[in-house]
Structure formats: C-alpha cells, structure tokens
T-cell receptor, first 110, second 115 residues
Framework: DAKTTQPPSMDCAEGRAANLPCNHS???????VYWYRQIHSQGPQYIIH???NNETNEMASLIITEDRKSSTLILPHATLRDTAVYYC???????????FGEGTQLTVNP | NAGVTQTPKFRVLKTGQSMTLLCAQD?????MYWYRQDPGMGLRLIHY???????AKGEVPDGYNVSRLKKQNFLLGLESAAPSQTSVYFC??????????????FGPGTRLTVL
C-alpha cells in the first residue's frame, strides 16, 4: 500500500511551531517523502521533500527518522495563513503520479 | 507568467451532457496531470501525460478522456456526465529532470456539478 498515515486534524497557536507527523512504515529505499498543502480548496502547493536527511527551506523543515518509517513537518512560527490541509506523500524521485491521502487539517488559532 | 490556468472555473451539467475542461501552462513543462477531489478527500489522479501526444491512465480514469495535442494544453473530456462526476477538478504540471525532484504546480480548480 503506497499510502501514508496522518492525524485528521491538529491545532496550533499562532507564533508557535506546528509539528505535523506522518507514518510511512512501508516506504521503500528509493522513495521520497513529499509534503504539499492545500489552503481552502485552492490547488495544492509544494512545501518540501526528503529522502534520508533532514531538510529545511524557507517554508518548513522536514525531519525523517533514521529508519525512515516516519517523518515530521515543522512550521517554525505558524501564522493564520498556514491554516490548511497538509498532505504527506511518498513517491518516486521524479515526483510524478502523486497519491494523496486525506491529509491533516491544521488550524492555526490566534 | 500565469502558471497553470483552468477553464471554466464553474460548470453545471445535466446527466448525459458532455463537456471539455481546458488546462493550460506557460512553464514549458513536459508533464501534465488531471486530478479530481471529492468533499473531505484527497486528490485522485485521473489521467496524466508525459509529453505532447502521449497520455496515460491514473487511479480513476473511467468516464474520462484526455488529449495533449499541444505541449502547453491538456484537455479533459466527459462524454456523458454522471452525478458521480460531481467534483472539483485540478490540473497540474511539472518538468521532468531525472535526478531532481520536480514539484507539481496546480491550477485553481474547476467546480463541476452534474445534476
């Protein structure tokens, strides 16, 4: 099964770090972990991806466990505009043919 | 640079009617995709294309046809619409470089209701 497991919803206070977990216990050695988010029915937006090492960009950080069975997306200082559904996706290098699960609805509260 | 655009934004059809959704991208991307999203669910891949003149089936292709006559356009057709095809349709595109991740860029979506 190529799907990942995420909690259906999470809350976070504005200005605090949001930590979104993802379980991908059956990920294969050459599969990446990708994160996208979807703000209020808009088209999804790419956030970050990783294979083995932790990654950071201007939007977020991605922490992947050493056994690669799970990962955590970190939004260091969540804002109200970060309220969205966050999708954790596993897939091939090219990033094509993404399989979206139901994601985590993150609500950032003032 | 408009990115990915979709036409129309909204449409209401009666059962049995046909229509075509148009997706256009101005990023010279090789890959293009059509997804559908039902309420409370993630996106599901309908069809995709790896280049001009080529198409392939995704996860839920039944009831849809596609064409990629020009690199920048990807058309999604419903020959005989059914209420089960009521959904939001998203188009996406991406480049293709073998050793680098190619993020997908999504359009704003088309909201289709079939009565």
């Amino acid at each position: 099964d190529a799907k990942t497991t995420q909690p259906p919803s999470m809350d976070c206070a504005e200005g605090r770090a949001a930590n979104l977990p993802c379980n991908h216990s059956t990920i294969s050695g050459n599969e990446y972990v990708y994160w996208y988010r979807q703000i209020h029915s808009q088209g999804p937006q790419y956030i970050i991806h990783g294979l083995k090492n932790n990654e950071t960009n201007e939007m977020a950080s991605l922490i992947i466990t050493e056994d690669r069975k799970s990962s955590t997306l970190i939004l260091p200082h969540a804002t109200l505009r970060d309220t969205a559904v966050y999708y954790c996706i596993r897939g091939e290098t090219s990033g094509s043919r993404l399989t979206f699960g139901e994601g985590t609805q993150l609500t950032v509260n003032p | 640079n408009a990115g990915v655009t979709q036409t129309p934004k909204f449409r209401v059809l009666k059962t049995g009617q046909s229509m075509t959704l148009l997706c256009a991208q101005d990023m010279n991307h090789e890959y293009m995709y059509w997804y559908r999203q039902d309420p409370g669910m993630g996106l599901r891949l309908i069809h995709y294309s790896v280049g001009e003149g080529t198409t392939a089936k995704g996860e839920v292709p039944d009831g849809y046809n596609v064409s990629r006559l020009k690199k920048q356009n990807f058309l999604l057709g419903l020959e005989s619409a059914a209420p089960s095809q009521t959904s939001v349709y998203f188009c996406a595109s991406s480049s293709f470089r073998r050793t680098i991740y190619n993020e997908q860029f999504f359009g704003p979506g088309t909201r289709l209701t079939v009565l």
